[in-house]
T-cell receptor, first 118, second 112 residues
Framework: AQTVTQSQPEMSVQEAETVTLSCTYDTSESDYYLFWYKQPPSRQMILVIRQEAYKQQNATENRFSVNFQKAAKSFSLKISDSQLGDAAMYFC???????????????FGKGTKLTVNP | NAGVTQTPKFRVLKTGQSMTLLCAQDMNHEYMYWYRQDPGMGLRLIHYSVGEGTTAKGEVPDGYNVSRLKKQNFLLGLESAAPSQTSVYFCASNQRWTGELFFGEGSRLTVL
């Protein structure tokens, strides 16, 4: 069974510092997508960054970057120059593309609550 | 841009009552999903649909029914609400062969 594990229920970081959120997953598939979603207190789920498993290069979106280690099944999120607005729940998610006759597999971790201290 | 819209945003039910959550998307997406979010549990897939007229069970389908009569709408029904169904419900959609989900703002349901 595919599972996603976020081992850090809570993290905190000082404003302007860097923080890394960890995520590991378990799968036997070779082709899949990985995501980090942010959920601020407004409850809206916001895509932060995505990574296709076939791409070796780590994805980057402004201050957000990932360290994707396919062999180790690890997908950590690094937030640089943390800002107060980064405070939120962060969910790691794993998805296998839906194929004809197959079943959808989209699995979320339980989340990491990030606090940014001024 | 409306994106994915859920109604209602909040609802309080008594045990045994029924209700329907409506999800509408204006992005012409083929795939639609209903998730529930509970503290410490992340998001769990209830049901999903890969196209108009189709539905399939997700991880936690018991106690829920769904319908996708129109491509843009995905309804989640609770026939006989139970306190265990107190949760925040999210609808999401995406296009075929892409990974990113587009989420609605969530609907908070309380069953007394």
């Amino acid at each position: 069974a595919q599972t996603v594990t976020q081992s850090q229920p809570e993290m905190s970081v000082q404003e302007a510092e860097t923080v890394t959120l960890s995520c590991t997953y378990d799968t036997s598939e070779s082709d899949y997508y990985l995501f980090w979603y942010k959920q601020p207190p407004s409850r809206q789920m916001i895509l932060v960054i995505r990574q296709e498993a076939y791409k070796q290069q780590n994805a980057t979106e402004n201050r957000f970057s990932v360290n994707f280690q396919k062999a180790a099944k690890s997908f950590s999120l690094k937030i640089s120059d943390s800002q107060l607005g980064d405070a939120a729940m962060y969910f790691c998610a794993y998805r296998i593309p839906l194929t004809q006759g197959g079943s959808e597999k989209l699995v979320f971790g339980k989340g990491t609550k990030l606090t940014v201290n001024p | 841009n409306a994106g994915v819209t859920q109604t209602p945003k909040f609802r309080v039910l008594k045990t045994g009552q029924s209700m329907t959550l409506l999800c509408a998307q204006d992005m012409n997406h083929e795939y639609m999903y209903w998730y529930r979010q509970d503290p410490g549990m992340g998001l769990r897939l209830i049901h999903y649909s890969v196209g108009e007229g189709t539905t399939a069970k997700g991880e936690v389908p018991d106690g829920y029914n769904v319908s996708r009569l129109k491509k843009q709408n995905f309804l989640l029904g609770l026939e006989s609400a139970a306190p265990s169904q107190t949760s925040v419900y999210f609808c999401a959609s995406n296009q075929r062969w892409t990974g990113e989900l587009f989420f609605g703002e969530g609907s908070r349901l309380t069953v007394l």
